[in-house]
Structure formats: structure tokens, C-alpha cells
T-cell receptor, first 115, second 115 residues
Framework: AQKVTQAQTEISVVEKEDVTLDCVYE???????LFWYKQPPSGELVFLIR??????QNEISGRYSWNFQKSTSSFNFTITASQVVDSAVYFC????????????FGAGTTVTVRA | DTEVTQTPKHLVMGMTNKKSLKCEQH?????MYWYKQKAKKPPELMFV???????INESVPSRFSPECPNSSLLNLHLHALQPEDSALYLC??????????????FGPGTRLLVL
């Protein structure tokens, strides 16, 4: 069964638009960890954020913000005022104790920002 | 410094060749990982080393042979590969493989083409 669902396969926006990437996860663990990674065309996965299940505070880092809601098992990611350099594939991932803390990745969302 | 380096960046090999991929980190991390990523798919875990010992093998065919000579280095030896093994091979490292799990930092990957 898919543990992490990223329902949006591709999103295309014009520069300066905001874009929100959805991530829904499934786990029976009470302690778990959620991550977002960015993969630009060069191929390297770049770590963006990590959240543990006890920390539901929303986070803002520059133009990036994350909304973690345990009640809906969602960990959504918003890019504000998108730029061409934001074009990449974005992966949401879940780490659970019952899975040896391995990363379960979602399918990824490809974001294309047009100038 | 969250840098993981991988060499080579690109590799083309025949099905009878033997080659090796190399990964290096100098962050003092004690867990290192190999992932395989096919185009438009998320990374798939292959192997995990913890304190230089093989901790997880995700039922990877024996034509892939990992090696961890020391805490900074991780190799992946390739022999008698098939064309379907063509993919991006990513290395990652994290502080430890324990509770709580360390954040995995990825290298730029090696793009492998098997002819």
C-alpha cells in the first residue's frame, strides 16, 4: 500500500505565482518523521525540511512554507512567489520506526515555473 | 557542510564489464545508503550501512555488490549488469541509523547506462 501520496503529478505556473504541493501520508506509528526533498534536473536530492509527529508547528523558510496537519495526515508545501529556479521534482517522504526508519517516498510532483 | 560526493558522474558500461561507483562524505556520518532511481520515479533503497556494517539489503541482485571500506567511503561494485539496470544511482548519508533517524543527505548521483 502506498504510504505517501502526492496526487499532483505535474504543476505548471507562471513566475511569481504561488504553488502548493499536497502530501498525504498513512502510518500507524505514533512517532514518525516527514521530509520534503527537491530534485532539480541535475539529479541531486536536496533536503528541504524534516518534521517529527509531535511537532505540528507550521514552518516558514524564506519563500517556502509547510503546513503539517495530523488530523488529516497531510504535510503540504507552499512556494510563494515562485521563481524559475524552483522548477524541479519535489518528493515528500515518511520515516517510521516500524519500517526501520527507511524513507518511503511519494511519487513526486514536477513543478515547472515559466518566465 | 552537508556534502556527499559521488564519482563518476556518468558511466557507460557493457554487460560484461566490471565497474565501481564511489561515494564519499566527511560529515562524520555513520550511516550510508545506496539508492537506485529510474526516470520519473522516486528513489528505491538498495543497501544501508551502519557503522561500516551492512545493515539492510533490499533483496538486490548479486550483480550489485556494496562495500564500505571506512566510515567515509561507500562503494558499489557492478558486474554483469543488464540494460534495465540503467538508472541514476544515488548515495546518501545520515548521522546514525537509530532513534530518532538522522536526516539523509544525498549526493549528486551517477547516471549509469548499460549497453
Amino acid at each position: 500500500a502506498q504510504k505517501v501520496t502526492q496526487a499532483q503529478t505535474e504543476i505548471s505556473v507562471v513566475e511569481k505565482e504561488d504553488v502548493t504541493l499536497d502530501c498525504v501520508y498513512e502510518t500507524r506509528d505514533t512517532t514518525y518523521y516527514l521530509f520534503w526533498y527537491k530534485q532539480p534536473p541535475s539529479g541531486e536530492l536536496v533536503f528541504l525540511i524534516r518534521r517529527n509527529s509531535f511537532d505540528e508547528q507550521n514552518e516558514i523558510s524564506g519563500r517556502y512554507s509547510w503546513n503539517f496537519q495530523k488530523s488529516t495526515s497531510s504535510f503540504n508545501f507552499t512556494i510563494t512567489a515562485s521563481q524559475v529556479v524552483d522548477s524541479a521534482v519535489y518528493f515528500c517522504a515518511l520515516s517510521e520506526s516500524t519500517n526501520d526508519y527507511k524513507l518511503s517516498f511519494g511519487a513526486g510532483t514536477t513543478v515547472t515555473v515559466r518566465a | 557542510d552537508t556534502e556527499v560526493t559521488q564519482t563518476p558522474k556518468h558511466l557507460v558500461m557493457g554487460m560484461t564489464n566490471k565497474k565501481s561507483l564511489k561515494c564519499e562524505q566527511h560529515m562524520g556520518h555513520r550511516a550510508m545508503y545506496w539508492y537506485k532511481q529510474k526516470a520519473k520515479k522516486p528513489p528505491e533503497l538498495m543497501f544501508v550501512y551502519s557503522y561500516e556494517k551492512l545493515s539492510i539489503n533490499e533483496s538486490v541482485p548479486s550483480r550489485f555488490s556494496p562495500e564500505c571500506p571506512n566510515s567515509s567511503l561507500l562503494n558499489l561494485h557492478l558486474h554483469a549488469l543488464q540494460p534495465e539496470d540503467s538508472a541514476l544511482y544515488l548515495c546518501a548519508s545520515s548521522q546514525v541509523l537509530a532513534i530518532p533517524p538522522g536526516t539523509q543527505y544525498f549526493g549528486p548521483g551517477t547516471r549509469l547506462l548499460v549497453l
